[in-house]
Nanobody
Framework: QVQLVESGGGLVQAGGSLRLSCTAS????????MGWFRQAPGKEREFVAN????????NYADSVKGRFTISRDNAKNTVYLQMNSLKPEDTAVYYC????????????????WGQGTQVTVSS
C-alpha cells in the first residue's frame, strides 16, 4: 500500500507562484508514474501533469503547458508541481496520484491518491 501526502497549497494572487509537493510512503517510488490532477467546485477531476517512472518524461494539459512544471526526486520519494503565472481559473483542489509503472491522463488509470490540497488564485 502506498500513501501520498500533498502540501504547499494556499492563497496567491494572479500572476504568482506556488510549489506543491507530494511525498509517498513505500520503497518502490521510483517505479511509479506520478500525476497531478485538480478538481474545481462543480467540475470533474482533470489531468494536470504526470511524470513517468521509466525516464522521467513529462506530459502536461494544454491549459498549464508553459506555466507548470512537474518533477520528481526519487531519493526523497517526492513529486513536485511548480506553478507559475497562476490564473484564477487554476483555483481547485489539487491531488497527487500514483500507479506502478504506467499511468495515463485519466483518473481511473491511477491506484493511489492523496487527500488533496487547496489552491486559490485571486484576481
Amino acid at each position: 500500500q502506498v500513501q501520498l501526502v500533498e502540501s504547499g497549497g494556499g492563497l496567491v494572487q494572479a500572476g504568482g507562484s506556488l510549489r506543491l509537493s507530494c511525498t509517498a510512503s513505500g520503497r518502490t517510488f521510483s517505479s511509479y508514474t506520478m500525476g497531478w490532477f485538480r478538481q474545481a467546485p462543480g467540475k470533474e477531476r482533470e489531468f494536470v501533469a504526470n511524470v513517468r517512472w521509466s525516464d522521467s518524461s513529462t506530459n502536461y494539459a494544454d491549459s498549464v503547458k508553459g506555466r507548470f512544471t512537474i518533477s520528481r526526486d526519487n531519493a526523497k520519494n517526492t513529486v513536485y508541481l511548480q506553478m507559475n503565472s497562476l490564473k484564477p481559473e487554476d483555483t481547485a483542489v489539487y491531488y497527487c496520484a500514483g500507479r506502478q509503472y504506467y499511468g495515463g491522463i485519466q483518473p481511473y488509470s491511477y491506484d493511489y491518491w492523496g487527500q488533496g490540497t487547496q489552491v486559490t488564485v485571486s484576481s
